[in-house]
C-alpha cells in the first residue's frame, strides 16, 4: 500500500502483476489458442482482473475512503501516460468503482438494519 498525502493508495497490481495480501507476486501462466485468457465477454477484462479491482474497490470501502479514492483517476494511470485505450481505462475504472459502491451498498444496508434476536434466542 503506498501513502500519498496521508491517504492510503491501492497498487495498481494489474500493471505489474496480481498481488497477494502479503505483497508477492502470483504469475498467471496464460495459454494461446482458441477460450484462452477468460474474459467478461460484456466487458472485455480478463475475469481475475475485474474480479482484483472490485476486490480493490471493496476494500476502500471497507477502509471508509470515498468514492473518489479511485486510483484510475489519478493522472500516473490515465490513458494519456499509460498509453492503453481509453475503453480499457474506462473499464478498469468501472470495474473499481462497482466493487466499492456494492461494498458501500452492503455496509450501509447492514447499519440500518437492527440486530434481531429471536424468540428462541438466549444470550
Do not use: Y
Given at each position: 500500500?503506498?501513502?500519498?498525502?496521508?491517504?492510503?493508495?491501492?497498487?495498481?497490481?494489474?500493471?505489474?502483476?496480481?498481488?497477494?495480501?502479503?505483497?508477492?507476486?502470483?504469475?498467471?501462466?496464460s495459454?494461446?489458442?482458441?477460450?484462452?485468457g477468460?474474459?467478461?465477454?460484456?466487458?472485455?477484462?480478463?475475469?481475475?482482473?475485474?474480479?482484483?479491482?472490485?476486490?480493490?474497490?471493496a476494500?476502500?470501502?471497507v477502509?471508509?475512503?470515498?468514492?473518489?479514492?479511485?486510483?484510475?483517476?489519478?493522472?500516473?494511470?490515465?490513458?494519456?501516460?499509460?498509453?492503453?485505450?481509453?475503453?480499457?481505462?474506462?473499464?478498469?475504472?468501472?470495474?473499481?468503482?462497482?466493487?466499492?459502491?456494492?461494498?458501500?451498498?452492503?455496509?450501509?444496508?447492514?447499519?440500518?438494519?437492527?440486530?434481531?434476536?429471536?424468540?428462541?434466542?438466549?444470550?
Open positions: 500500500m503506498f501513502f500519498i498525502d496521508g491517504r492510503a493508495r491501492i497498487p495498481l497490481c494489474f500493471r505489474i502483476g496480481l498481488h497477494n495480501d502479503m505483497g508477492a507476486t502470483m504469475t498467471r501462466k495459454k494461446t489458442g482458441p477460450g484462452s477468460r474474459r467478461d465477454p460484456k466487458e472485455k477484462l480478463p475475469t481475475a482482473e475485474r474480479a482484483e479491482l472490485q476486490r480493490q474497490g476494500k476502500a470501502a477502509r471508509g475512503e470515498e468514492r473518489d479514492v479511485n486510483p484510475m483517476d489519478e493522472a500516473s494511470n490515465h490513458p494519456s501516460t499509460t498509453g492503453e485505450s481509453s475503453d480499457l481505462w474506462q473499464r478498469r475504472k468501472d470495474a473499481w468503482q462497482e466493487g466499492h459502491d456494492v461494498q458501500s451498498q452492503a455496509d450501509a444496508k447492514a447499519s440500518s438494519q437492527p440486530a434481531q434476536r429471536g424468540e428462541d434466542d438466549e444470550h
